[in-house]
Nanobody, 120 residues
């Protein structure tokens, strides 16, 4: 199975910053759209940020202006820079690789998740 290796989770004070990283295989990274999702207790998983292989970015409404997604193709690594963190950002963050086939079939790979906790 393809592994998405995440790092950077932890505890941070409200208003602070945190950076997450996700490293995938070279093949997957080159052909899959990559993104970050999160899930808080009692809530459904939601999109945080996504970056396609063509460079298009989109963000969840709750993080726009605060989070920045980027990717380093040479290092097969996806990043999420999180600034001005709020307690409501507390969640398990998942790295995702997605491939939309021409047929409409979708393939997803998920990381194991990393805990981000923002204290007030």
């Amino acid at each position: 199975q393809v592994q998405l290796v995440e790092s950077g989770g932890g505890l941070v004070q409200a208003g602070g910053s945190l950076s997450l990283s996700c490293t995938a295989s070279r093949l997957l990274f080159s052909v899959y759209d990559m993104g970050w999702y999160r899930q808080a207790p009692g809530k459904q998983r939601e999109l945080v940020a996504r970056m396609t292989t063509t460079g298009r970015k989109n963000y969840g409404d709750s993080v726009k202006g605060r989070f920045t997604i980027s990717r380093d193709n040479a290092e097969n690594t996806l990043y999420l820079q999180m600034n001005s963190l709020k307690p409501e950002d507390t969640a398990v963050y998942y790295c995702n690789g997605n491939f939309q086939m021409a047929s409409g079939r979708s393939i997803d790979y998920w990381g194991q998740g990393t805990q981000v906790a923002v204290s007030s």
